[in-house]
T-cell receptor, first 112, second 114 residues
Framework: AQSVTQLGSHVSVSEGALVLLRCNYS??????LFWYVQYPNQGLQLLLK??????LVKGINGFEAEFKKSETSFHLTKPSAHMSDAAEYFC??????????FGAGTTVTVRA | DAGITQSPRYKITETGRQVTLMCHQT?????MFWYRQDLGHGLRLIYY???????DKGEVPDGYVVSRSKTENFPLTLESATRSQTSVYFC?????????????FGPGTRLTVL
């Protein structure tokens, strides 16, 4: 079985500051990992995914995440926050099948 | 318009009533999914379908029924709604079953059971 833990249900950052969202997973097999973003009153949109290969993955809107097997982590970062980054972010894992297990989500607030 | 749509977007019903949430996708994706989103739980899989007439249970299937007679439609029915089923429901689709393929999500249906 696999599970996802997102550390911190709410993160507040200043505009222009680093955004760091933490995700740790447990999986019995090498996982595939995803970050999704949800804007208010919308569905989820894929930010980036790790399947195989390079452990540093770049996504849309300037986000990137690094897969660290030894730490079972897949933290999401963005060097400089923008007001438009205010949203809820979900980390998800799958053991190479179609079923995704989601974390509880982290809400990001950006201060002007 | 192309994409994945859900209807209704908002629904208020009473305990014991039957409710059907609709999901329609125009991509001819083989896989479709129903999730519920609750505070503190993220998204949890209710049911999924690999193709027309093929469905299977997810993590939280109790109290829900699905069908898939056509590839593009995947309705979710609450046969006798309960207050614990108050939630936001998301439908998603994927081109194939492999995790290499992104799941595309609809805009959600906010259901309130009184």
């Amino acid at each position: 079985a696999q599970s996802v833990t997102q550390l911190g249900s709410h993160v507040s950052v200043s505009e222009g500051a680093l955004v760091l969202l933490r995700c740790n997973y447990s999986s019995s097999v090498p996982p595939y990992l995803f970050w999704y973003v949800q804007y208010p009153n919308q569905g989820l949109q894929l930010l980036l995914k790790y399947t195989t290969g390079a452990t540093l993955v770049k996504g849309i809107n300037g986000f990137e995440a690094e897969f660290k097997k030894s730490e079972t982590s897949f933290h999401l970062t963005k060097p400089s926050a923008h007001m438009s980054d205010a949203a809820e972010y979900f980390c998800a894992v799958t053991p190479n099948d179609y079923k995704l297990s989601f974390g509880a989500g982290t809400t990001v607030t950006v201060r002007a | 318009d192309a994409g994945i749509t859900q209807s209704p977007r908002y629904k208020i019903t009473e305990t014991g009533r039957q409710v059907t949430l609709m999901c329609h996708q125009t991509w001819s994706h083989s896989y479709m999914f129903w999730y519920r989103q609750d505070l503190g739980h993220g998204l949890r899989l209710i049911y999924y379908s690999a193709a027309a007439d093929i469905t299977d249970k997810g993590e939280v299937p109790d109290g829900y029924v699905v069908s898939r007679s056509k590839t593009e439609n995947f309705p979710l029915t609450l046969e006798s709604a309960t207050r614990s089923q108050t939630s936001v429901y998301f439908c998603a689709s994927s081109l194939a079953g492999s995790s290499y393929n992104e799941q595309f999500f609809g805009p959600g249906t906010r259901l309130t059971v009184l």
